[in-house]
């Protein structure tokens, strides 16, 4: 790995290098040595490099383009401050709205990246990785290219927006890339994908007063959500103004589309799995191009992790810093038993927020209890007017072990974390009975919830201890 003559060209490691004098310079240096190489400064790569160098470990983290990845500057930063300011009683006009939503994203980015720069044992590089093999990577730097050796390294390089060719202008067509870029709200934006991306821009431009169709091709908003949850928000979306066309192919045709001045595409996310060399060392993809880990985020090729919307488990900020300290654990702890894989709340910040956790199918099986309660029945929902919020829980018959939540309405994404914790906690739905929440907070429609829960329970254990026991009967007989 230290022979020159082994080292890659400018053709397979990226853009041409600007000074060759400089490059000269840094390929005839002797490749440096570091514990750690993280590839990749958002969510999960900044999680896993300060956790390393906290224990100790020297660590390089390589980005290629800005501190904070997506999260912080394309995504869950500028999105949110666009909602909340658009929320505002009295907005700011659209220019200094959007402008101050830029100001307010860079400023988080520059004060993180003076705060991670400072970090003991954590030196970054800014330019592009490539892995070589097992502990080498190369770094293609404005300045020429640098190998560092070392013993694990971590990708955490992210996803692209997925975009689609709607056959119009391309200057058009934007995704999350370009959207907090606008100088100007659009008079007419029509939205492609009625994932969280897309429901999010659509609620914010439409409290600006763009004029906001969404196009989903499924038939329903968030798919993948219960209907009914979906239902909710569709209801408020349309009551804010946006025009909702569901089972609809995008093309570049269809009315909305056409006569648009500006066309968010939100359909999805490719994983940044290209380009790094991983074919050629082993490393093994799934079908769409995410890098599959085991429990402990490691790859199919060992001390290789991955984390973050690359590998194949998150598509969220706080998922890939899951991922992240799983692996600072399995790193400096590696005989201590990592445990259950972690649990992801999902939530979208639209309103009502809608926030889920956990496995719930559109259709009940047997086994599983379904609770519903409208918040509209609690007394919180009662004096904030609440028409259409509801918390939904999935439960095992029996065991009360909680499988699923959904959750919609004011503060549903704070409401989630309840589920988090009792579940990543594995207490059964039945002990949450009797905890206080308090009154007249959202907490307390919960309590209410529980309330039915129990009742229903009581009524049932004869019936679900009869069908447990049947249930085992046949599948000992099946054994047999
Ligand atoms: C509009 C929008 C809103 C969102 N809102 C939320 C939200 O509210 N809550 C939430 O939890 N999630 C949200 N997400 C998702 C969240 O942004 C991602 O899940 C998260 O950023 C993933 O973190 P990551 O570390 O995997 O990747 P990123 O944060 O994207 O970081 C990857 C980094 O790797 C760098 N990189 C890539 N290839 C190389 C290479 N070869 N060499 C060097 N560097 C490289 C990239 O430049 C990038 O900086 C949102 C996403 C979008 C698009």
Redesign the pocket.
């Given at each position: 790995v230290t022979d020159a003559a082994s080292r890659p060209t400018s053709a397979d490691t990226g853009p041409a290098v600007s000074d060759p004098a400089a490059t000269d310079r840094l390929e005839t240096e002797p490749p440096r040595r570091a514990d750690v190489v993280v590839?990749?400064?958002?969510?999960?790569?900044?999680t896993a490099a300060v956790g390393l160098a906290r224990f100790g470990r020297s660590v390089v983290l390589?980005?290629?383009?800005?501190?904070?990845?997506?999260?912080?500057?394309?995504?869950?930063i500028?999105?949110?401050s666009l909602l909340h300011l658009t929320a505002a009683a009295v907005p700011l006009d659209p220019p200094s709205l959007l402008a101050r939503v830029r100001f307010r994203r860079d400023q988080l980015r520059e004060s993180e990246t003076v705060e991670f720069g400072a970090t003991p044992n954590l030196e970054t590089i800014f330019?592009?990785?490539?892995i070589v093999g097992p502990g080498d990577v190369r770094?293609q730097r404005p300045d020429g290219v640098e190998e560092i050796l070392c013993e694990h390294i971590v990708i955490?390089?992210?996803?692209r927006?997925r975009r689609l060719d709607l056959g119009i202008e391309p200057d058009r067509v934007i995704t999350?890339m370009e959207?907090f870029e606008l100088a100007e709200r659009p008079d007419r934006l029509a939205v492609v994908g009625a994932g969280?991306?897309g429901l999010?821009?659509a609620l914010a431009f439409a409290r600006m007063g763009s004029l906001v169709t969404v196009i989903e091709q499924a038939d329903q908003i968030l798919p993948g959500v219960l209907p009914d949850a979906a239902g909710v928000l569709q209801r408020s979306l349309e009551a804010h103004g946006v025009r909702v066309m569901l089972g609809t192919p995008a093309s570049g045709e269809l009315e909305p589309i056409s006569t648009a001045d500006t066309v968010l595409v939100?359909v999805g996310?490719v994983p940044?799995s290209d380009?790094?060399g991983l074919e050629e060392i082993g490393v093994d993809l799934d079908g769409t191009g995410r890098i599959r880990i085991d429990a402990r985020g490691e790859t199919s090729v060992e001390q290789i992790w991955a984390?973050?919307?690359?590998?194949d488990r998150?598509?969220?900020?706080?998922?890939?810093g899951a991922w992240?300290r799983r692996i600072v654990k399995s790193i400096v702890a590696r005989p201590v038993p990592i445990g259950a894989e972690p649990l992801e709340p999902r939530?979208v910040?639209t309103d009502p927020e809608v926030a889920t956790i956990g496995e719930q199918p559109a259709r009940v099986p047997g086994d599983v209890r379904r609770t519903r309660f409208e918040l509209a029945d609690s007394d919180r929902g009662f004096t904030d007017e609440i028409t259409g919020g509801l918390i939904i829980v999935d439960t095992r018959r029996l065991t009360g072990r909680v499988l699923g939540a959904t959750i919609v309405g004011p503060r549903a994404g704070e409401l989630i974390s309840l589920f988090s914790l009792g579940m990543h906690a594995g207490i059964p739905f039945h002990k949450w009975f009797g905890t206080v929440w308090p009154y007249p907070t959202y907490a307390d429609a919960l309590g209410r919830l529980l309330d039915d829960y129990m009742r229903e329970v009581f009524g049932s254990v004869p019936s679900d201890a009869a069908r447990w026991f049947t249930g085992r009967l046949r599948s000992l007989t099946r054994r047999r």
């Amino acid at each position: 790995v230290t022979d020159a003559a082994s080292r890659p060209t400018s053709a397979d490691t990226g853009p041409a290098v600007s000074d060759p004098a400089a490059t000269d310079r840094l390929e005839t240096e002797p490749p440096r040595r570091a514990d750690v190489v993280v590839i990749g400064a958002g969510s999960g790569g900044l999680t896993a490099a300060v956790g390393l160098a906290r224990f100790g470990r020297s660590v390089v983290l390589v980005e290629r383009d800005r501190f904070g990845g997506d999260c912080t500057n394309v995504g869950c930063i500028p999105s949110k401050s666009l909602l909340h300011l658009t929320a505002a009683a009295v907005p700011l006009d659209p220019p200094s709205l959007l402008a101050r939503v830029r100001f307010r994203r860079d400023q988080l980015r520059e004060s993180e990246t003076v705060e991670f720069g400072a970090t003991p044992n954590l030196e970054t590089i800014f330019g592009a990785a490539r892995i070589v093999g097992p502990g080498d990577v190369r770094i293609q730097r404005p300045d020429g290219v640098e190998e560092i050796l070392c013993e694990h390294i971590v990708i955490a390089t992210g996803s692209r927006p997925r975009r689609l060719d709607l056959g119009i202008e391309p200057d058009r067509v934007i995704t999350n890339m370009e959207l907090f870029e606008l100088a100007e709200r659009p008079d007419r934006l029509a939205v492609v994908g009625a994932g969280p991306v897309g429901l999010e821009a659509a609620l914010a431009f439409a409290r600006m007063g763009s004029l906001v169709t969404v196009i989903e091709q499924a038939d329903q908003i968030l798919p993948g959500v219960l209907p009914d949850a979906a239902g909710v928000l569709q209801r408020s979306l349309e009551a804010h103004g946006v025009r909702v066309m569901l089972g609809t192919p995008a093309s570049g045709e269809l009315e909305p589309i056409s006569t648009a001045d500006t066309v968010l595409v939100a359909v999805g996310r490719v994983p940044n799995s290209d380009g790094l060399g991983l074919e050629e060392i082993g490393v093994d993809l799934d079908g769409t191009g995410r890098i599959r880990i085991d429990a402990r985020g490691e790859t199919s090729v060992e001390q290789i992790w991955a984390t973050g919307d690359v590998a194949d488990r998150t598509g969220t900020t706080h998922g890939a810093g899951a991922w992240g300290r799983r692996i600072v654990k399995s790193i400096v702890a590696r005989p201590v038993p990592i445990g259950a894989e972690p649990l992801e709340p999902r939530v979208v910040f639209t309103d009502p927020e809608v926030a889920t956790i956990g496995e719930q199918p559109a259709r009940v099986p047997g086994d599983v209890r379904r609770t519903r309660f409208e918040l509209a029945d609690s007394d919180r929902g009662f004096t904030d007017e609440i028409t259409g919020g509801l918390i939904i829980v999935d439960t095992r018959r029996l065991t009360g072990r909680v499988l699923g939540a959904t959750i919609v309405g004011p503060r549903a994404g704070e409401l989630i974390s309840l589920f988090s914790l009792g579940m990543h906690a594995g207490i059964p739905f039945h002990k949450w009975f009797g905890t206080v929440w308090p009154y007249p907070t959202y907490a307390d429609a919960l309590g209410r919830l529980l309330d039915d829960y129990m009742r229903e329970v009581f009524g049932s254990v004869p019936s679900d201890a009869a069908r447990w026991f049947t249930g085992r009967l046949r599948s000992l007989t099946r054994r047999r």
